[in-house]
């Protein structure tokens, strides 16, 4: 039985609005922050969470952000209608990327998504495949 | 030092008008990666970016930094000042190229 969360909050990521990418990423941070979690835990929470969210924008063709809060651990679930994720360990690879050029000159596809979601992460669970979309869900441990 | 005294020695443009959060400065960073900015950059520290859309103002509230400081003059575009407004976020520019504000900065704050 799935233990209960204290907090359950959900959101939209439409990628017709690259413009509100990283939102849903910095209001689960202001929450946590109200919620007086660890300085150190939501900083790890916020670079994953918006790697994340912005891979959903770029790669998966928008998708959905949901975050529940237990009161010992984090769990944030990224999942995206996309195309998924071809070869999974070359994309964990720091420095591969298949951001297109346009992409890339704003700054992002560096490549350094999914390794700096991993180094941030207590847990990381990728569900992804040619034309199954991708489902990332990231568990970070409290105290 | 203080964001608001670092405005006044390097006579800094604030584009969102007025400082924010007037903390003291912790450090510099100096990337257009937004990536390497959210994994390196520090709390309360400056980030120095050409980047000028929009997107920069959600990696400068997630690391919680000081201000965004763009240089070359380089025109921020008005959906980022108005967002960086609503998030509480500083922008400012200099005239100066990254390289010579990083050096400013360098001298100011040791």
Redesign the interface.
């Known amino acids: 039985m799935a233990e209960k969360s204290g907090m359950h909050m959900e959101y939209d990521i439409n990628k017709e609005d690259?413009?509100s990418?990283?939102?849903a990423?910095?209001k689960v941070?202001k929450t946590l922050n109200m919620l007086g979690v660890d300085?150190k835990v939501i900083?790890r929470v916020?670079?994953a969470m918006?790697?994340a969210e912005?891979n959903a924008f770029i790669h998966g063709g928008g998708g959905m952000a949901v975050a529940d809060i237990y009161t010992d651990k984090i769990v944030i679930e990224i999942s995206d209608h996309g195309k998924g994720i071809e070869n999974l360990e070359l994309a964990m690879q720091e420095g591969y990327s298949t951001a297109s050029e346009e992409i890339r000159m704003?700054?992002?596809g560096?490549g350094?998504?999914l390794p700096?979601i991993k180094?941030n992460v207590d847990e990381l669970d990728i569900r992804t495949g040619p034309g199954e979309g991708t489902d990332l869900k990231m568990t970070f441990k409290l105290n | 030092m203080k964001l608001s005294e670092l405005v006044k020695e390097m006579d800094l443009n604030v584009v969102t008008g007025e400082i924010a959060r007037d903390c003291d400065i912790s450090g510099v960073y100096m990337c257009d990666l937004l990536s390497r900015v959210m994994s390196r950059a520090s709390e309360d520290g400056i980030w120095i970016t050409v980047m000028a859309h929009v997107n920069i103002v959600a990696v400068a509230e997630l690391v919680n930094l000081a201000c965004i400081m763009v240089p070359e003059g380089i025109a921020v575009q008005q959906e980022t000042i108005e967002k960086a407004k609503e998030e509480n976020i500083t922008i400012v520019s200099t005239g100066l190229t990254g390289y010579e504000a990083a050096c400013r900065l360098h001298d100011l704050l040791d």
């Open positions: 690259f413009n990418a990283g939102e990423s910095s941070k300085n900083k916020a670079i918006y790697e912005i704003m700054g992002f560096a350094m998504g700096n180094k």
